[in-house]
């Protein structure tokens, strides 16, 4: 494909089918390991979930700030005719993902009991949470390594090989938690199992793709190592600070739940952190479907295909964030209880929950779309901005706040609110410059 001069709109399409079954598959990997633990352990098992889901972010946030930095500056070389310089990107993106994976892995396995404490456990869901995130703390680096080499398979062109690798990957996964979770019956350890068995062999057959030279992808020693590494952070950052929000906010979340609702609504919020994980991947996969578009075309200089893979992406990021709104308010019962069994006292929390999470679906979309869109026309500072704002500032700031006025209501109305606030900035800014821009011409 010739992202420079083929049809924005099918170039758009043959990213974005690719990118939303690869998002699918990777949320599948929580998705069905919050199913099993649900239905075989309950829901002590799943609160516990919402306890260690900031592990992913950690992993994700390594990932996506080397991944997405490396290959959205490497696409832009590329895009301005200098490939070289695109090939240095890439080589000083892999040292800077394993430095930091290291750093991360090292001291998440030396102090886990600290860390699940940390995130709001009790003596009841601690020992839960550390069947579960041995596992995942244990195998951290084929975590990071998935979403990361994943950002530049894409990028290198080849869609579907991500999107085929995600889904064996997933794949095995669904067919670990049921073997390991039911006839097995291991439990929390099980799922874990089942989710690192899908997470390696996803990343092998990424690897294979690189090693076996079926990519363009090719190291070149950096000019200077540090300048590069600074140019990766600071393009990256406004993806990855979107996943290391998720720790803050789980973090202040969690104990928030704890103190003022109890462990029905920490259940229920477990559910909700998994659904929404996977609403997350699917609206950043729109950006990623954008992105090689956009940047390689903001290099070459075509501001009208940059600003039409924009809109597209724009259109769906509001219509699957409306879609998936609309089904979690009309069936809040219906969907929880795919996960986990209802005891009397979470069916009764349910309903409530769930329908004010759900509206935050929507201003979701648009601002997680903006972030990657952004990033793509070199405007780091703005989609950091957009990440900040939608993460640990206003929803710190609201998670604080909201329950001293509201009581347990607060929590969640204190979410979407944050979403909101954040969604009107990045419309306003997105559409400023794109007048600002569309001016220039004329």
């Known amino acids: 494909m010739d992202l420079i001069k083929d049809d924005v709109r099918k170039l758009f399409y043959q990213f974005l089918i690719p990118a939303i079954s690869s998002a699918v598959a990777v949320a599948a990997y929580s998705l069905v390991d919050t199913i099993a633990i649900g239905q075989g352990v309950g829901p002590d098992g799943t609160a516990a979930c919402a306890l260690v889901l900031p592990i992913f972010s950690i992993a994700n946030f390594i990932a996506l700030l080397c991944g997405i930095g490396?290959?959205?500056?490497?696409?832009?070389?590329?895009?301005?005719?200098?490939?070289?310089?695109?090939?240095?990107?890439?080589?000083?993106?892999?040292?800077?993902?394993?430095?930091?994976?290291?750093?991360?892995?090292?001291?998440?396995?030396?102090?886990?009991?600290q860390f699940y404490r940390l995130c709001g456990a009790d003596e009841l869901l601690l020992p839960y949470a550390m069947d579960y995130g041995a596992w995942i703390f244990g195998f951290m680096p084929s975590f990071v390594m998935t979403a990361f080499l994943g950002c530049y398979v894409r990028m290198d062109g080849s869609p579907k090989f991500a999107m085929y690798s995600t889904?064996?990957?997933?794949?095995?996964?669904?067919?670990?938690?049921?073997?390991?979770?039911?006839?097995?019956?291991?439990?929390?350890?099980?799922?874990?199992?089942?989710?690192?068995?899908?997470?390696?062999?996803?990343?092998?057959?990424?690897?294979?793709?690189?090693?076996?030279?079926?990519?363009?992808?090719?190291?070149?020693?950096?000019?200077?190592?540090?300048?590069?590494?600074?140019?990766?952070?600071?393009?990256?950052?406004?993806a990855g600070i979107g996943a290391l929000a998720v720790i803050a906010v789980s973090f202040i979340a969690n104990n928030q739940i704890m103190h003022y609702a109890g462990g029905a609504a920490l259940a229920v919020y477990g559910v909700l952190g998994t659904v929404a994980a996977l609403f997350t991947s699917i609206f950043s996969g729109i950006g990623q479907a954008a992105q090689p578009i956009a940047s390689q075309n903001y290099g070459a200089g075509n501001m009208d295909r940059c600003w039409l893979a924009g809109k597209l992406g724009l259109k769906n990021a509001l219509l699957f964030g409306t879609l998936f709104a609309a089904v979690s308010i009309a069936f809040p019962v219906e969907v929880a209880g795919v996960f986990m069994k209802m005891t009397p006292e979470v069916e009764e929390v349910t309903p409530y929950i769930m329908r004010v999470f759900s509206l935050s679906y929507i201003p979701q979309a648009v601002c997680l779309f903006c972030v990657y869109f952004l990033?793509?026309?070199?405007?780091?500072?703005?989609?950091?901005?957009?990440?900040?704002?939608?993460?640990?500032?206003?929803?710190?700031?609201?998670?604080?706040?909201?329950?001293?006025?509201?009581?347990?209501?607060?929590?969640?109305?204190?979410?979407?609110?944050?979403?909101?606030?954040?969604?009107?900035?990045?419309?306003?800014?997105?559409?400023?410059?794109?007048?600002?821009?569309t001016y220039a011409k004329t």
């Open 375 to 437: 990033q793509s026309m070199v405007r780091p500072k703005m989609a950091t901005l957009i990440s900040l704002l939608r993460g640990m500032v206003l929803n710190g700031t609201f998670l604080m706040v909201f329950p001293l006025i509201w009581g347990s209501g607060g929590i969640w109305w204190a979410i979407f609110a944050a979403e909101l606030v954040t969604m009107l900035i990045a419309i306003f800014y997105t559409f400023t410059f794109y007048r600002r821009q």
């Open 167 to 238: 889904l064996i990957g997933g794949v095995v996964n669904m067919i670990g938690d049921w073997l390991f979770v039911f006839p097995l019956n291991m439990g929390m350890a099980g799922a874990a199992i089942a989710t690192v068995c899908g997470s390696v062999v996803q990343a092998l057959m990424l690897l294979s793709y690189i090693l076996l030279k079926k990519t363009s992808l090719k190291p070149a020693k950096p000019f200077r190592w540090i300048p590069a590494f600074r140019k990766i952070i600071v393009t990256g950052f406004s």
């Open 70 to 113: 490396g290959s959205v500056l490497r696409s832009r070389a590329r895009g301005s005719g200098n490939c070289e310089k695109g090939d240095a990107y890439f080589t000083a993106s892999i040292v800077l993902v394993v430095t930091l994976t290291l750093v991360a892995w090292i001291l998440g396995n030396l102090f886990q009991d």
